[in-house]
Every structure is written in structure tokens, then in C-alpha cells.
Nanobody
Framework: QVRLVESGGGLVQPGGSVRLSCAASGFKLDAYAVGWFRQAPGKKREGVACISSTGGDITYKDSVKGRFTISRDNANNTVYLQMNSLKPEDTANYYC????????????????????WGQGTQVTVSW
């Protein structure tokens, strides 16, 4: 059974850091580009950071460049999102997902190109 499980969210103060993990089971994650997405109440789901199957291509949403870092550990079937200098506007439910196409070259980052969504992990940035 293909499954992605996100973890690592929580309450963090502005300027703080958190690392999210996306653990895959039932398949080999290294065959797919992986994306982190977020959705805040009343807003559309948006791509935050995406990484190609090899890790050679990465795409970031403009507002997180320089603050967030996506990485992958294919040996452990896990993708991470390191989030630094967090802002209240980063508050959202964060999801990971895999590209529809195996071995897609590149790191496209639109939600419609992804599937096998996890259940999400909530990140709240507040005092």
C-alpha cells in the first residue's frame, strides 16, 4: 500500500525553526519527485518546495526562498523540509506528495501534478 506520512509540525514562535519529515512506505520514494505543499484555512493548496527524484533539481515558492530547505534521504525513504525564520503567514497544514510520473525530470511544483497525499501536519507560527 502506497503511503506517505508527515510529521514534525507544531506550535513555533515567529523567527523559530521546525523540520518536517515525509516518510514513505509501500514503495521506493527514490523513483519520484516529491513536493511539500501547504494549505491555510480559506486558501488554495500551494506548492512550497519540490525536489526531483535524484535531488538535482529543486523548486521553491518565492516567499520561502532562503528560509526553507528541502532535502531527501533515499536510503531511508524520507524527504525533509527544514523551515527557518518562520513567519505567522507560514501557518498552514503541510502535506507531502509524489509526482504522478515516475522519474520525472525536474521539480515541478503544482499541486495538480502530484498524488498519494499524506494526511498533513499542522504548523502554527504564533506568540
Amino acid at each position: 500500500q502506497v503511503r506517505l506520512v508527515e510529521s514534525g509540525g507544531g506550535l513555533v514562535q515567529p523567527g523559530g525553526s521546525v523540520r518536517l519529515s515525509c516518510a514513505a512506505s509501500g514503495f521506493k520514494l527514490d523513483a519520484y519527485a516529491v513536493g511539500w505543499f501547504r494549505q491555510a484555512p480559506g486558501k488554495k493548496r500551494e506548492g512550497v518546495a519540490c525536489i526531483s527524484s535524484t535531488g538535482g533539481d529543486i523548486t521553491y515558492k518565492d516567499s520561502v526562498k532562503g528560509r526553507f530547505t528541502i532535502s531527501r534521504d533515499n536510503a531511508n525513504n524520507t524527504v525533509y523540509l527544514q523551515m527557518n525564520s518562520l513567519k505567522p503567514e507560514d501557518t498552514a497544514n503541510y502535506y507531502c506528495a509524489i509526482d504522478y510520473v515516475m522519474f520525472w525530470k525536474g521539480a515541478r511544483c503544482g499541486p495538480n501534478d502530484y498524488s498519494a497525499w499524506g494526511q498533513g501536519t499542522q504548523v502554527t507560527v504564533s506568540w
